[in-house]
């Protein structure tokens, strides 16, 4: 429950299982054959990101690292390389989560840039020490396009909590 | 006896030690799983929930291809037959002298002492997925542990060598492709009957290593593996020598092929059943075993490596 820059409304607790549910989802986005595309976001990284900048106390590093672990599993990567990689960016969102939501969603995204940018770089990293080359720039393109979603997520995963406390029929949301 | 005050809200350990933690455990991952190869474990455990979730996700997609040739027009269908028929035709002929010449080709072969070529046959599987990752040119199979498929056995499909099972899974099975970074198949020119070992390039491609300059290979020169390995049955493509750079610095051509197989596709495949193990003559066994890993390429360690596995 933070208050951001843009609105002193104080939201409704989030729900754990909605939490949950997102991150399914985007685990199920991640699975989808997409990978022939250029500039497909990492779902699950951008989602691991939102929630350890939103709720850094339910979303942690113990959650990116299982959740790492099974995309490394699904991808036939080297175990460790995903799970290393979002650990990282935890870590950085929970760190950075009071400074990043003092600002505008545009200078938010911003600011998560650099996070993602990170989870592919170690990546990167973890193959060029196994002794792979560089797969291109498009491999870059995934974060730049997550941030571009950054305020629509926002909006679009805030909904719940932005609902009345007591429900009333006769007002819309 | 100094008294600490007792914390007001419980947080758990401070973040930073639980960051080195993490990436203490994920560093250990990584090298235990890339020098060591150990973790087969771990990663079958956690495919038990990984691929039920990964078919799910790649059912909308299998829905619209199956809606697609639901409502693929009449015509195109009895086009396709009749092409299909046609092709048949065709090929008979080819076939029924080849399997005359194959009965003559054992006769010589025994006639002259030679070793006999093995039969080959196999099972049909369906490629389920690709890896999302750029780096890994894998793909997933619908048969495992369960159709008794081992780690090791080559995989075809109707134009030629797609892979080779790596890992394997109560369900599933992993393949490397020959375009993958790590796969060697150990190849010949077909016009030439040059022998050598083709790499994958990690980008769709391939490349022949350790031909010398001057060496007579041409594009368009087809490729087929020449079974030396033990482990790819012979005579089956491989690719096809489309660009050649000699370089007078460097002492070997650098030869660039393409896939014969359709390897970057989604369509059937063919695992081949495994080679029994050749057995060297008595005198030849113990040199070799004396000699040890020493004289053994690099190739052929990462192909043992690979095996050991299952």
Redesign the interface.
């Known amino acids: 429950m933070q208050t951001s820059y843009s609105s002193s409304r104080i939201l409704l607790p989030v729900r754990p299982w909605f939490i949950g549910f997102t991150l399914l989802t985007a685990?199920?986005?991640?699975?989808?054959?997409?990978?022939v595309w250029p500039a497909v976001p990492d779902w699950l990284a951008l989602l691991i990101v939102f929630w350890s900048v939103r709720e850094p106390r339910l979303v942690?590093?113990?959650l990116?690292?299982v959740f790492?672990?099974?995309m490394d599993?699904?991808?036939?990567?080297?175990?460790?390389?995903h799970?290393?990689a979002y650990?990282?960016a935890a870590?950085g969102g929970?760190?950075l989560s009071r400074r990043i939501l003092w600002f505008p969603l545009g200078q938010q995204a911003l600011q998560v840039f650099p996070l993602l940018l990170l989870v592919q770089l170690v990546q990167l990293a973890?193959?060029a020490v196994?002794g792979?080359?560089f797969?291109?720039m498009a491999?870059l393109l995934g974060p730049l396009f997550a941030t571009l979603l950054w305020p629509s997520l926002t909006f679009l995963l805030l909904l719940p909590q932005h609902q009345a406390v007591d429900r009333d029929d006769n007002r819309p949301l | 006896m100094d008294h600490q005050p007792p914390p007001f809200f419980k947080r758990g350990p401070a973040p930073l030690a639980l960051l080195s933690f993490y990436v203490a455990l994920a560093v250990a991952l990584l090298v235990v799983d890339a020098r060591f190869r150990a973790l087969e474990v771990v990663r079958q455990g956690l495919s038990m929930f990984t691929h039920p979730v990964q078919h799910l996700a790649h059912l909308p997609a299998q829905f619209f291809d199956n809606a697609g040739s639901y409502f693929a027009s009449l015509v195109r269908l009895q086009d396709e037959n009749a092409q299909l028929k046609r092709a048949r035709l065709e090929n008979v002929a080819t076939l029924l002298r080849s399997q005359q010449v194959e009965v003559e080709n054992e006769r010589l072969r025994k006639l002259l002492g030679v070793k006999e070529r093995r039969q080959v046959s196999g099972q049909v599987a369906q490629i389920l997925y690709s890896a999302r990752d750029p780096y890994a040119r894998r793909i997933v199979i619908d048969k495992g542990q369960q159709d008794k498929v081992v780690a090791g056995q080559p995989v075809i499909d109707d134009a030629g060598i797609v892979g080779q099972v790596t890992r394997v899974f109560p369900f599933v099975a992993e393949v490397t492709l020959i375009t993958d970074k790590e796969q060697a198949v150990p190849v010949q020119v077909v016009r030439t009957g040059l022998r050598s070992v083709v790499f994958g390039l990690g980008s769709g491609q391939l490349e022949l290593r350790f031909v010398p300059a001057n060496a007579d290979v041409q594009n368009g020169d087809v490729l087929v593996t020449s079974g030396l390995d033990g482990i790819f049955p012979a005579g089956f493509p491989v690719a096809k020598v489309v660009h050649i750079e000699s370089d007078t610095a460097y002492s070997f051509a650098r030869i660039f092929c393409v896939p014969l197989a359709a390897v970057e596709h989604f369509s059937e495949v063919m695992v081949l059943d495994p080679l029994p193990a050749l057995v060297l003559p008595e005198a030849l066994a113990s040199e070799v075993a004396s000699k040890g890993a020493k004289s053994s390429g690099r190739s052929g360690q990462a192909k043992k490596k690979r095996l050991k596995k299952d």
Do not use: E, H, I, R
Not at chain 1, 27 to 35: G, M, Y
């Open positions: 685990l199920l986005l991640n699975f989808l054959p997409t990978s942690g590093m113990g990116a690292f790492g672990l099974v599993v699904a991808d036939a990567s080297l175990l460790g390389q799970a290393l650990v990282l870590y929970a760190a973890v193959w196994v792979a080359d797969p291109g491999y």
